[in-house]
């Protein structure tokens, strides 16, 4: 034994010295802990904030829905197969798609997508809004950059590598919409939820694949982040057409393409730029293709009979009970039933069969006055077919679409 474990053992009048003075410490400190407050008179800084007032709730009525597909690779991207841009816009047209964004892998041109995707003499439309963007492609997975005009991509490639706030700070520079891809799946998206504007909770038309990416979507509404969920197909592959070769992929051009899912935003005008902002509010909603019926979902808040907001909305609950509507409009498969599955918070709330021809439901809830609360929908039911795609509703199953949240107290500054 060496002299100084013999110096601190019990006994040793240096031990006792030191453990005296330690328990005097020890005394004054809870003295003064039990004369100046209780454990319940604690409170968390951090606690999250009951707005006092918020932004007020933009127009029901003044608006378009406008349908579009926000993933889509062209023959910029490499392992793409008889994929053009002139062949994906033409599909687009025929099937009455509104916008587009065309989202080429960056690293197959070294981000570079400025003078590739963007540059080709393909890159325009008559009749189809067509938004820049790329899938930002890297080693922490994937995520999709959307904006109205043209923007320094190769700076978002090139910050890739970098800490989060680094790579947060350059988005912002940017003026871009960032969201989350396949957030579950091969190449999840890795980086922090703070920096996107939305996640992508419907990718291709294999729905049954989601579940998770629902689950992550729930998580980071139920954290207080007002975050849209939006759809992509994620197609690759076009048909071959004139000298064209199939290749091994060539198959699910009939499976997964433009519009599997289809992405609605109630946008205030028909421009680029207010897709995006409808993007970011979250007037948006996801069907299986762009025939199936679209979910809209309302809610009256000052019981006057008339609906006040829309899903994306976010407002202060007054503690009086509120009244949802929820409507499948479009067209919906004659002489059948949907069912309408409610989600407060992260879990069911209710369920509720719909049918005819303007399929709609109203239930009657009272959001709490204090804290967050969000209400979503999803709707199952028979298909609609997509004749251009036709093997995609074996694939979406009865999946028919999704809302976005109506929010009740969330902190827009959170
Ligand atoms: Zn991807
Ligand atoms: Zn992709």
Known sequence: MNSFLQKSLPGNPLFK???????????????????????????????????????????LSKGVWLKGELHVHSRHSKESFNNSIAKIL???????ID?????????????DVAHNTWADPEFKSDSILLLYGAEWTTVRGHGNAFSAK??????????????????GAVKKELGIHLSANHPSGKDHFGYSYDMVNSIEVWNSAIWSKNAKAIMIWDDMLSSGRKLTGRGGSDAHHGTPEGTEQPSKNTYQAKAN????????????????????????????????????????????????????????????????????????????VSDSTYTVNVI?????????????????????????????????????????PYPQVPDSIALSGNMVGLSNPIYFNFDPNF
């Open 257 to 332: 393409y433009v519009g599997t899912p289809t992405t609605w935003v109630f946008a205030t005008a028909r421009t680029s730029q207010a897709v995006i902002d409808a993007l970011t509010n979250g007037r948006v909603c996801i069907s299986s293709n762009p025939y199936a019926p679209r979910v809209e979902f309302y809610a009256d808040i000052d019981q006057d009979g008339k609906m006040d907001m829309m899903m994306g909305d976010n407002t202060k609950a007054t503690g009086k009970p509120a009244k949802f509507q929820v409507k499948l409009t479009g067209k919906t």
């Open 90 to 96: 033409s599909f687009s047209k025929a099937v009455g």
């Open 99 to 111: 916008y587009i964004c065309i989202t080429d892998h960056d690293n197959h041109v070294n981000g």
């Open 344 to 384: 407060k918070n992260g879990d069911k709330f209710g369920t509720y069969q719909v049918s005819g021809k303007i399929a709609s439901v109203e239930f009657t809830d009272t959001p709490q006055a204090q804290g967050r609360s969000y209400y979503r929908i999803e709707v199952q039911g028979p298909s609609t």
């Open 150 to 167: 043209p923007y320094d991509h190769q700076r978002l490639y090139d910050v890739r590598d970098q800490r989060d706030v680094v790579v």
């Open 17 to 59: 010295g030191i453990a005296g003075t330690a328990l005097a410490i020890f005394l004054a400190y809870s003295g003064s802990y039990a004369q100046s407050q209780s454990p319940s008179a604690h409170s968390n800084p951090w606690a999250p904030v009951t707005p006092e007032v918020l932004p007020p709730i933009a127009s």
